[in-house]
T-cell receptor, first 113, second 112 residues
Framework: SAVISQKPSRDICQRGTSLTIQCQVD?????MFWYRQQPGQSLTLIAT?????????ESGFVIDKFPISRPNLTFSTLTVSNMSPEDSSIYLC??????????FGSGTRLTVV | DAKTTQPPSMDCAEGRAANLPCNHS???????VYWYRQIHSQGPQYIIH???NNETNEMASLIITEDRKSSTLILPHATLRDTAVYYC?????????????FGDGTTLTVKP
C-alpha cells in the first residue's frame, strides 16, 4: 500500500493563527482526501483534492477556512486558517488505492489555545 | 455511497474470536465492503475488503451475507492489541470511486 508522510504530527497553536499540514505520498495518486476527526468522534471528510483543479469541499467546510493545495500528484497541503479552539482536532490525509481502499497518513493532532 | 450501521461498542475476551457486525442494506451491486481499524487516534488501517464472497487474510475474515445487506468481520483470536475502533464502509472498487462516509464505528475492547 502507499506510504504517506504527514507533518507536523502535532502542534499547539494560538487562536487567530494558521497552520499548514503537509502530506507527501510515495507514488502518484489522482485523488487525495482530507479528513477531520474531532475528539471522540468519527472521521469527517473536509475535501477532495485533485491535481490541477480546485478542491471539492463537503458541506460545512469552506475554502477560506481550509485552503488546499495540490501542486502535483504526490503532494498536498491543508491549511487551517484563523484558528479557534473549536478547530482542535486530528487532521488526516488519505489516498485511494484499489487493493486497499484508503491509506491514511498518521495524522496531525492540533490543539488551539 | 451507501451508509453503514454498526454497534457502538463490543467486548471480547482475549484469545476468543471477535465478531463485529455491519449493516449496509442500501449497498449497490458494484460496491465493496471495506473494513478499517483505528488504534488510539492513529490513522485508520486497512483490514480487509470483499464484494460477495467470504474473504480471509492474515488479519481477519470477512463474511458477507448472500443478499449483501450485512457483513461480519471476524478476528479469530483477539489480542489486547486488537482493542480499537473498527469501521465498516462501502464504496466502489475503482480508485476513482471517490469519497466514502465513515460512520461511528464499533469500539472493540479486548479484555484479559
Amino acid at each position: 500500500s502507499a506510504v504517506i508522510s504527514q507533518k507536523p504530527s502535532r502542534d499547539i497553536c494560538q487562536r487567530g493563527t494558521s497552520l499548514t499540514i503537509q502530506c507527501q505520498v510515495d507514488s502518484q495518486v489522482t485523488m487525495m482526501f482530507w479528513y477531520r476527526q474531532q475528539p471522540g468522534q468519527s472521521l469527517t471528510l473536509i475535501a477532495t483534492a485533485n491535481q490541477g483543479s480546485e478542491a471539492t469541499y463537503e458541506s460545512g467546510f469552506v475554502i477560506d477556512k481550509f485552503p488546499i493545495s495540490r501542486p502535483n500528484l504526490t503532494f498536498s497541503t491543508l491549511t487551517v486558517s484563523n484558528m479557534s479552539p473549536e478547530d482542535s482536532s486530528i487532521y488526516l490525509c488519505s489516498v485511494d488505492r484499489t487493493n486497499y481502499g484508503y491509506t491514511f497518513g498518521s495524522g496531525t493532532r492540533l490543539t488551539v489555545v | 455511497d451507501a451508509k453503514t450501521t454498526q454497534p457502538p461498542s463490543m467486548d471480547c475476551a482475549e484469545g476468543r474470536a471477535a465478531n463485529l457486525p455491519c449493516n449496509h442494506s442500501t449497498i449497490s451491486g458494484n460496491e465493496y465492503v471495506y473494513w478499517y481499524r483505528q488504534i488510539h487516534s492513529q490513522g485508520p488501517q486497512y483490514i480487509i475488503h470483499g464484494l460477495k464472497n467470504n474473504e480471509t487474510n492474515e488479519m481477519a475474515s470477512l463474511i458477507i451475507t448472500e443478499d449483501r445487506k450485512s457483513s461480519t468481520l471476524i478476528l479469530p483470536h483477539a489480542t489486547l492489541r486488537d482493542t480499537a475502533v473498527y469501521y465498516c464502509i462501502v464504496r466502489g472498487y475503482n480508485t476513482n470511486a471517490g469519497k466514502s462516509t465513515f460512520g461511528d464505528g464499533t469500539t472493540l475492547t479486548v479484555k484479559p
